[in-house]
């Protein structure tokens, strides 16, 4: 597998407290995946503990990329910050913005590679805003949408 | 040594027969003590601890004292289950079977004796359908073939062949022993036991309402006796044989397909028993039995001619009982039971029906999908269903997608994948079942879902999977045009299924529930329409105008397939049971019937349907019709019903099967099809060619389209043009010989037109990247 050396500007959890450590495009796949589930769901960078839990079970295949999300979706902490179905219905709404990630996530990992890439975060804001106010088939519509448009913009 | 086996139960008969006759056999068996809470009228409350045992002693103590009934299995005693015990017998009640199977890892046997419900619904219900099917080495033993008659397939599929159960020995003893000539009883005797339990209150509250006769003695254990002289309660064994054999009969009160022993006691001990409609006794002998009581009417009668002492009908009721005593009789039951547990017991090795790994099912030992795969989604709830254990699909595209299936299957090398919500794990499993046990086709099944969150992210997990497999999916088949919007995050070559698109031939009418509804899910289809590699169609006037509705580009009509469906019906219809076709007999009632299978949509013109029908009332009142819809979906098509005073004309049988679909098409005044559009040729119609019912429809494009020059053979009507319709609708009526003959001609060029091989032609030609010809 190729191997590449790790970001100066890469945070703690990309490892950046040991520089010497070479990581493989997988390795930084998969913890780009863990930022972008805590960053998501629970609105905060990885813990040590939490990223090594999720790139342990990513990488030996214990677990999907959705397990990630599903499993922060369900923990305590995402209890407290996703409200709860009586408060106006904004739990699915929020769910569905978590929903928008896990688009990326599901075909062909295209949003951890925005991190990789250092292209940051082209139209992910709009998806977002946009699945907050819509349902399954929209943001589906939506995804299509915007997957095209960047396609556009990169062979351009 | 022989074997040890852990004997769930507590029924005091049971104890007496089968635990006693296991122990005959040379088996340890260790046996319970009956120490729930749950009052059972039936449970044996006698110390078991006395029982010889070669367990250890603090094991034997540990286990006599533990409630294995209605109860968790606690760790320790599971433990104890799989290290001490070769096999464990479990009878009786579905809710002990799944502690066992969580608790207990080696063979089971499930013994049952017949219930008043279905044990593979109740099994679902629970969610153990998964439990049961992917299990290593579990039976079930039926104690007789009509008691699973109206189980699920997968249920059945775990099934040994029948053993009967016997009566208890001291009602041979008793038979023997009795003073042929003691003097009878003017009473006819009941069994309603413990009648604070909510069955047997209903069974009591009926049985009250309808005979209210003091001649009755209502037999049974009880826990409190209402105030009801006739209920006799509690007695001795030898009190309760005496009374059963000098009374004048036995009257059997249950309508539902179980039976409990009393009457057959009663057999054994020579009194005749008079039973009603749909009983199990009545299904072990037939209505022609002198002891079938159609009505409570007939009932009556014949207790009263037996109290009465009319001893030529009890001897006539004895003799024809007989096939059903020797059912039950210790001398016929006992080597079967011997055989079969002996074989259970020593090779109890048994594959599982199928293996899970993540989300897939598959049949155990197949290798999944391989190089070749074709994709089916099918994640929505009610496509398919049961109807009498035997799993059905819905009329319009799930026979379509059945149709597609086969075709794939048998004139390709390609595995199919279909995906399934959680709830349809079962009916799909069961539907697909032939083609899944030849390991050519997998289940994708999903998680329960609690929100729509949740659904989405199983949605999600799908499309991981297909990409996972994408270089492999040569064709994703997706069967409607708005419900699987997640095909789009697949990239993969889509076929998509459209059959039609009523907004476009009728734009006033609202399809989902709203017109901004309607509107996603146009987008939804264009945006596949627009993807898609082929679109699948069934008529050339479908082909014509897709490309104008906005869901294919116009630029794009070349690649819409034109597919004729070949007659849908005929592989999953066969010739109805007995009790089905009572029951369907007593629906229709014996009347003249128009029939219009058929979803109750805008374009179907069911309110015309009903005017019609309430028009033709005037002429013939005793004419109904059978629809298979439900009235509600279009709100005037009720409200016309309720107008026009139709409720009592209208039979409807929603999600009947095809076997039922073929009945009354056979025994129709006729179809009577009123919709203004079709996307096809429609189904009903080929289906009443081929099953000889009169055609009465509207003269649709898709019908001219197909029957060309021979469509004067078929009875075609105006849209909605009332007086038409009556009059040809008397024409067939009148001359149902004539228009069936006149219609048979037509059949014939039918068939070569809309065969299974042109068919099969079409959809090779909307899959381009699977191989057809190279079928296995």
């Known amino acids: 597998m190729k191997t590449v050396a790790k970001a100066d500007d890469s945070s703690d959890a990309l490892g950046r407290d040991n520089p010497s450590t070479g990581l493989t495009v997988r390795e930084l796949e998969v ?86 890439d250092g292209i940051g975060r082209p139209h992910i804001d709009g998806l977002v805003s946009s699945a907050l106010k819509t349902d399954f088939a929209r943001s589906v519509l939506l995804f299509c949408s915007n997957k095209e448009s960047t396609e556009g913009r990169v062979s351009r | 040594m022989s074997s040890r086996i852990f004997w769930l139960g507590m029924h005091k008969i049971l104890r007496t027969t089968e635990l006693v006759q296991l122990r005959l056999m040379g088996y340890e068996v260790f046996g319970p003590d009956y120490i729930s809470t749950v009052y059972d009228q039936s449970a044996d409350l006698s110390s078991q601890s006395g029982q010889e ?34 096999a464990v017998i479990v009878t009786i009640n579905p809710d002990w079977l799944l502690a066992v199977l969580e608790a207990y890892e080696g063979p089971v046997l499930y013994r049952t004796y017949g219930q008043p419900y279905s044990l593979s619904e109740h099994f679902n219900a629970r969610g153990a359908w998964e439990t049961m099917t992917t299990r290593e080495n579990l039976h079930v033993i039926p104690f007789a073939a009509e008691t699973i008659e109206h189980e699920q397939e997968w249920f059945r599929q775990l099934c040994t062949e029948p053993v009967p159960y016997q009566i208890p020995d001291d009602v041979f003893e008793f038979a023997k022993g009795r003073r042929q000539n003691a003097p009878r009883r003017s009473e006819i005797v009941v069994s309603i036991p413990n009648i604070e339990n909510p069955y047997y209150s209903a069974a009591y509250e009926k049985f009250s309402s309808r005979f209210s006769e003091g001649y009755f003695r209502i037999l049974g254990p009880q826990r409190r006796i209402p105030a009801d002289p006739r209920i006799l309660g509690e007695m001795s064994r030898a009190d309760l044989l005496d009374r059963m054999s000098r009374a004048s009969a036995y009257f059997y009160i249950y309508n539902d397909p179980v039976c409990y022993l009393p009457p057959i006691e009663t057999m054994q001990l020579g009194r005749p028993v008079v ?98 795969v074709v994709v089916v989604p099918l994640h929505i709830d009610g496509l398919f269903h049961y109807v009498d254990g035997r799993p059905t699909a819905l009329e319009g595209i799930p026979r379509v997608v059945d149709a597609l299936v086969d075709t794939v299957i048998s004139k390709s090398s390609a595995h199919v ?79 998509l299924y459209l059959p039609d698109y009523f907004p476009y031939l009728m734009p006033d009418e609202v399809f989902d529930t709203s017109s901004e509804k309607d509107a996603l899910n146009k987008q939804v289809g264009s945006e596949l329409g627009r993807r898609a590699t082929r679109v699948l169609t069934n008529s050339q006037f479908t082909k014509e105008y897709l490309p104008q509705t906005g869901l294919v580009p116009e630029e794009q009509g070349d690649k819409i397939v034109v597919a004729p469906l070949p007659f849908l019906g005929a592989k999953r219809a066969s010739s109805l049971a007995d009790y089905e076709r009572i029951r369907l007999e007593k629906a229709v009632g014996g009347r003249p019937f128009l029939f219009y299978p058929t979803a109750n949509r805008p374009n179907k013109k069911l309110t015309f349907f009903l005017r019609l029908l309430a028009f033709k009332r005037l002429e013939n009142p005793e004419l109904c019709a059978v629809l298979t819809c439900s009235l509600d979906s279009v709100p005037e098509v009720r409200t016309t019903a309720e107008d026009y005073n139709l409720t009592d004309a209208l039979v409807m049988l929603p999600g009947s099967n095809e076997s039922t679909m073929r009945w009354l098409y056979e025994n129709t005044a006729a179809l009577c099809l009123t919709s203004i559009a079709e996307g096809n040729f429609p189904p009903q119609v080929l289906e009443a060619l081929n099953y000889g019912a009169p055609v009465v429809a509207t003269r649709l494009p898709t019908i001219s389209e197909v029957a060309r020059s021979e469509v004067g053979k078929l009875l075609l009507c105006n849209p909605l043009d009332m007086g038409d319709f009556a009059e040809k609708l008397a024409f067939a009526m009148a001359n149902r010989d004539k228009i069936i003959a006149r219609q048979n001609e037509l059949l014939k060029s039918m068939h070569r037109w809309n065969s299974a091989e042109a068919f099969a032609t079409a959809v090779a030609r909307s899959l381009p990247h699977v191989q057809f010809g190279a079928s296995q």
């Open chain 1, 31 to 116: 913890r780009a995946l863990v930022i972008q589930a805590y960053n998501a769901v629970l609105r905060r960078w990885p813990d040590p503990v939490g990223m090594r839990y999720y790139t342990d079970r990513l990488q030996s295949g214990a677990m999907s990329e959705i397990d990630v999300f599903t499993g922060l979706l369900r923990s305590e902490e995402a209890k407290l910050i996703v409200p709860a179905q009586t408060h106006g219905g904004d739990r699915p709404a929020d769910r569905m913005a978590v929903l928008a990630g896990v688009f990326r996530a599901a075909t062909n990992g295209e949003l951890t590679r925005h991190y990789v």
């Open chain 2, 53 to 86: 045992s070669s367990l250890p002693e603090d094991v034997f103590r540990k286990l006599i004292s533990f409630n294995f009934f209605y109860n968790e299995i606690t760790e320790e005693i599971s433990e104890i289950l799989n290290f001490y015990f070769d």
């Open chain 2, 275 to 372: 039973f009603g409609p749909g009983s199990l006794l009545a299904r072990f002998s037939n209505e022609r039995n002198p002891g079938y009581a159609r009505t409570d009417e007939q009932a009556s009668a014949l207790l009263n001619r037996l109290l009465k002492r009319d001893s030529g009908l009890a001897r006539e009721i004895v003799a024809a009982q007989e096939p059903v005593r020797v059912r039950y009789d210790r001398a016929h039951v006992r080597p079967i039971f011997e055989r079969v547990f002996r074989r259970l017991l020593a090779n109890p090795a048994r594959p599982p029906a199928c293996e899970k790994h993540g989300n897939t099912i598959k049949v155990s030992g197949s290798d999944g999908p391989g190089d070749e």
């Open chain 2, 417 to 495: 994948v279909v995906s399934c919500t959680h709830d349809s794990k079962p009916v799909i499993f069961d539907f697909f079942r032939a083609h899944i046990s030849a390991g050519r086709v997998t289940i994708f099944a999903f998680n329960q879902q609690r929100d729509e969150a949740e659904a989405a992210f199983e949605k999600l997990r799908f499309v991981e999977y297909v990409s996972m497999i994408s270089q492999n999916v040569k064709a994703y088949i997706v069967p409607h045009y708005y419900l699987f919007p997640e095909a789009l995050l697949n990239d993969v070559p889509i076929t």
